[in-house]
């Protein structure tokens, strides 16, 4: 317990507050804090108010600081640098991407734009980085130093971290392409994956570049994802990732033992899921021209599958519809 003890110096009496313990038998000061002479512990107890502030900060937390909570739980910044290391000069390459991740979630700017928005939120507290570490040019360097394989290998250990730490729902998984448009020059050789094609946002008059996503049904959380030329049409894009799709519901398949893949597209693409799907994928929905079929249960064997296969991918939609009741009522026997 605290106690009041008085100090004599110069002929002055000063006031501290003083806590004692033992120590090794005899009594011992352990802490003090000055708090002045009697006249100035008096007049700090008769001020009504508090002092004035000198200044006023105003700083984006709530939104920021969930984000980053979130981001420490999975390690996002350190699975980041293991992957891109860097020298221990200013911020790390995981720090730029988390920065980026939050902002586009938080208050969407653009590069230029982007360590001015961080000087305005509680990051700038936390991370102590002055605001011109974020400039537009250093962002593009610590983008650069990401290679294509690291971006993979940070996705799949990222998933991982996920799965172990939270209970996602991986019964249905949902699979379907997007793209988006850029304002990269026209002109601008350097770029090959931004290229002219069907804009599904009615953009064509911008170069666009194509996304495949595999997310969960609950909350749409990545799994996988692929970007691919935007002059690259969905079905050549679907054949030429099925082995990778592959490669990740074998990894999903360890952490739940029954896993249903969703895919959106049309009757010409079931040759390509055919080939590979009934191979690794145990349950299936096809979803495309106003037909529905769900194929593929534990409790067939494979010469079933592959016959069901075979019917959907000659006869196109007729046999989604006329066989697609069949095999649901054998799923259900």
Known sequence: MASLIKKRKKGKTYWYAVECQRVNGKPRIVWQKYLGRAEDILRATQQATAPEPQEVRLRQFGAVAAMLNVAEQLGVVGTIDR?????????????????AA????????????????????????????????????????????????????????????LLRTTQLDLGAILYDTTNFATFIHTLNDRNTI??????????????????????????????FHETYAGNVTDTTQFGSVVLQLAERY??????????????????????????????????????????????????????????AFRRLACDGRRAG???????????SS
């Open 83 to 99: 992957h891109v290391p860097k020298r221990k000069q200013g911020a790390s390459i995981g720090r730029y991407m988390l920065l």
């Open 102 to 161: 939050i902002n586009r979630g938080c208050d969407p700017k653009s590069k230029l734009q982007i360590g001015e928005w961080y000087e305005q939120t509680i990051l700038h507290r936390l991370w102590k980085h002055p605001a011109s570490t974020f400039s537009s040019q250093r962002f593009w360097d610590a983008m650069d130093a990401i290679s294509e394989e690291a971006i993979v290998a940070i996705e799949r250990d990222l998933v991982q971290t």
């Open 194 to 223: 931004a290229q002219r094609g069907h804009a599904k946002k009615k953009r064509h008059d911008l170069r666009l570049v194509g996304l495949a996503l595999v997310v969960t049904r609950t909350f749409g959380i990545p799994l």
């Open 250 to 307: 074998r990894e999903l398949a360890a952490s739940c033992a029954d896993v249903t893949l969703v895919l959106h597209f049309r009757k010409t693409w079931l040759h390509h899921a055919a080939n590979v799907m009934m191979r690794w994928v145990s349950s299936m929905i096809f979803r495309g021209n106003h037909q529905t079929a769900l194929i593929i249960n534990n409790s067939f064997c494979k010469t079933h599958r592959r016959k």
């Open 321 to 331: 519809s006329s066989h697609g009741e069949s095999l649901r009522s054998q799923s």
